[in-house]
């Protein structure tokens, strides 16, 4: 992808209108693989940009699909957290979910359709997992996958409900059918880790979990304070980046988690000095820096960038667990983001 056009891309997602006009036949696919073509839609008609009639008339479908799904996720996103509440469950609804649907400091995140969402994601303390696993099961999901073919969910094995948890630090999904022809099943994942390993970042796990607040939107869920989403959503990137598999998916440098981190960056900038004394004692100082580095690059943000300086902005190193091989990035953060496939820039340690 030609740089011009990833900067045509940030351009619009910050709010400003660009002076260039990219070439549409690579924009759309990288809005599409980076699952950004709805909070795109938006910025631009907020701009009056002229798009192509063709690219609108595209962008505009993915944008009412996108509404669609999050007003039929948010009546199952409702059902969950009232129930993990009413059964006193410690909890936090994490990631689009709550963006879509809570104030982030005042501010709302996404209007319907701006951002995709493709499960339901819970965080919970180890000691929890049994209490909301049991609320989902409750509640008719299976821990499984959904199969489009046959329509059903086929549920997983004992051992490898357990080789997840044990391995990678996630429980493996939990999936119903919803006998919706356009959404067919909804998925929720429920998170104990904040790292590749079962304990990485338990303590600071336990904060966020600890002082989860209960909030109102367009429902009522329970998620964490700003301050604690901001840094989550440091953790799972970063958790993003040293996977050698996420790499592999080219999953690692995903438009839509960045430009949530950014949103969220801007609206909790006047808490920054405190959220990175907290970054500090918990010891992920490096994590903002990096992952920051990495948002400020895509958007060409130098506040962004700056904070990223001042943290400490290393690229991590990737790790493939199962080789037991460890790799560094060539290339920068843009060239990453701007190839197709950016494998070609790992070199082995």
């Known amino acids: ?15 400003e209108r660009p002076t260039a006009r990219p070439d549409w036949w690579e924009t759309l696919g990288f809005l599409q693989c980076h699952k950004i073509a709805g909070m795109f839609y938006k910025k631009a008609i907020r701009l009056s940009l002229a798009l192509p009639h063709k690219i609108e008339r595209i962008l505009q479908n993915i944008f009412y699909a996108q509404a669609r799904k999050a007003k039929h996720m948010r009546s199952y996103l409702g059902e969950l957290a009232q129930t993990l509440c ?8 994490l990631k689009g979910s709550a963006l879509c649907n809570v104030q982030i400091n ?9 951002r995709v969402s493709n499960d339901i994601d819970v965080l ?8 909301v696993c049991a ?22 094995a004992r051992a490898e409900i357990l080789r997840r948890r044990l391995n990678r630090g996630e429980v493996a999904p939990f999936v119903k059918r919803t006998d919706n022809a356009e959404f067919p099943f ?8 904040l790292g590749n390993t079962p304990d990485d970042g338990a303590p600071l796990l336990r904060e966020m979990v600890r002082t989860a607040k209960l909030y109102s939107g367009k429902i009522e ?3 964490l304070t700003p301050e604690m989403f901001f840094l989550h959503l440091i953790m799972h990137q970063y958790k993003e980046s040293c996977l050698y598999f996420a790499v592999e998916r080219g999953k690692d440098l995903d438009a839509y988690k960045l430009a949530d981190i950014l949103y969220v960056y801007k609206a909790v ?16 100082i490096h994590r903002v820096g990096a992952v920051l580095r990495q948002v400020g690059e895509l958007f060409g943000d130098q506040a962004v960038l700056q904070t990223a300086k001042e943290c400490g902005d290393a690229q991590p190193r990737v790790i493939d667990y199962a080789a037991k091989k460890e790799y560094v990035w060539q290339g920068g953060i843009r060239e990453r983001l701007s190839a197709f496939d950016a494998m070609r820039f790992l070199r082995e340690v």
Request: charged letters at 25%; glycine letters at 8%; one cysteine or more.
């Open 106 to 114: 005042g501010i709302e995140i996404y209007a319907d359709g701006e």
């Open 1 to 15: 992808m030609e740089q011009e056009n990833l900067r045509y891309i940030g351009s619009v997602l910050q709010g």
């Open 124 to 131: 919970a303390m180890p000691e929890d997992l049994d209490a």
């Open 86 to 93: 009413r059964k006193n469950v410690p909890h936090a609804i």
């Open 221 to 223: 869920l329970c998620t």
């Open 135 to 156: 609320v989902l099961k409750d509640l008719g999901y299976v821990q499984g996958v959904y199969d489009r073919e046959t329509d059903t969910v086929r549920p997983f």
């Open 186 to 193: 909804m998925e929720i994942d429920v998170n104990f880790s």
């Open 269 to 284: 900038a006047a808490r920054m000095s405190n959220i990175l004394e907290i970054a500090q004692k918990f010891g992920v």
